[in-house]
């Protein structure tokens, strides 16, 4: 009896210390899986035990950091590449504002895009609209205020709206594709001037990443296009000031004018007076030789006494 119980106690204790080993061998397993990146691996449940439960910890703990490192690095990229797109345009002509709106729809997974301005006559106007891989002209001017994009301007915050109903679109396509069902509105701002209201619409949910990257993207082109507004007022400036310039200096060429003739005017008049001069005296002259002429004709030739 006492030997039988003994087989038995040795039998549970091998099956409990193969059952560790197997666990252990799984655990290392699992962690090789983890060490090669591979965060979807997955445990047993009915498994699961103090050590399998930090193992999960550390796995999802490390997905999430791979995850988040993975979208930093892909808006890094892509403002790389933005950055250089915007570099190298520099002056924002409709052309090159079609140029960066492609490039961001595109990076972003959007579906349809649309950049407004504002003008002088402080609306926000569209200046460049890409949808469906294609720009597109967008004949739509808002009020700062008004709609969506009036909103945006006027609250200078990033809009998010969701659940877009199936007759908005930004831009329609005429063959029927799908509306867009999210929409993201992002002001243009730089040194607390509000430029314009950048416009993205995705067909499903607007993704993490993209609204850093988008927001961004914002930046920089509120950036250029303050680079663009100073030269357009440093150009003015100067054009104006070589204007005056001109002025000035046909007033001056003018002035001189008028100088230059009041001195011929002024010689002349004094010529003129030098001979009026001249012939006072003159006049005199002859008038003093006249009187003693006439007194000698009227004096006594003897005298009688």
Same mark, same amino acid.
């Given at each position: 009896?006492?030997?039988?119980?003994?087989?038995?106690?040795?039998?549970?204790?091998?099956?409990?210390?193969?059952?560790?080993?197997?666990r252990l061998q799984k655990a290392v397993e699992?962690?090789?899986?983890?060490? $090669?990146?591979?965060y979807q691996v997955q445990l047993d449940h009915a498994e699961s035990d103090v050590l399998m439960e930090e193992l999960v910890n550390m796995r999802n703990k490390l997905k999430a950091t791979a995850t988040s490192e993975a979208g930093r690095l892909w808006v890094s990229e892509g403002l790389k590449a933005f950055n250089e797109l915007v570099r190298v345009q520099h002056h924002?002509?409709?052309? =090159? /504002?079609?140029?960066?709106?492609?490039a961001l729809t595109k990076y972003a997974?959007?579906?349809q895009s649309a950049l407004f301005l504002l003008n002088p006559e402080r609306e926000l106007h569209a200046v460049a =609209?890409?949808? /469906?891989?294609?720009?597109?002209?967008?004949?739509?001017?808002?009020?700062?205020?008004?709609?969506?994009?009036?909103?945006? /301007?006027?609250?200078?915050?990033?809009?998010?709206?969701?659940?877009?109903?199936?007759?908005y679109t930004l831009i329609r396509s005429g063959l029927g594709a799908a509306p867009p069902r999210s929409l993201v509105l992002i002001p243009l701002i730089n040194n607390d001037e509000c430029f314009g209201v950048l416009e993205v619409a995705f067909l499903a949910h607007v993704p993490a990443d993209a609204v850093p990257y988008l927001e961004e993207c914002a930046r920089l082109m509120a950036l250029q296009q303050t680079s663009q507004t100073t030269e357009q007022r440093t150009?003015?400036?100067?054009?104006?000031?070589?204007?005056l310039r001109a002025k000035s200096e046909e007033k001056e060429a003018q002035l001189r004018e008028q100088v230059q003739e009041l001195e011929q005017f002024q010689?002349?008049?004094?010529?003129?007076?030098?001979?009026?001069?001249?012939?006072?005296?003159? $006049?005199?002259?002859?008038?003093? /030789?006249?009187?003693?002429? $006439?007194g000698s004709k009227e004096a006594p030739l003897f005298n009688l006494s």
């Open positions: 009896m006492s030997d039988r119980k003994t087989r038995d106690e040795l039998g549970q204790t091998e099956e409990a210390i193969t059952q560790v080993v197997q699992f962690s090789r899986q983890i060490g $090669a990146g591979n924002q002509s409709e052309s =090159a /504002w079609h140029s960066s709106l492609a997974g959007a579906n =609209a890409f949808a /469906w891989d294609r720009h597109k002209r967008l004949d739509r001017s808002f009020a700062t205020g008004e709609g969506l994009v009036g909103q945006c /301007w006027l609250e200078r915050e990033t809009l998010f709206i969701t659940d877009l109903p199936d007759e150009q003015n400036l100067l054009e104006e000031a070589t204007r010689l002349r008049q004094e010529a003129e007076i030098m001979e009026l001069r001249r012939e006072l005296t003159e $006049a005199k002259r002859i008038q003093s /030789w006249q009187r003693r002429t $006439a």
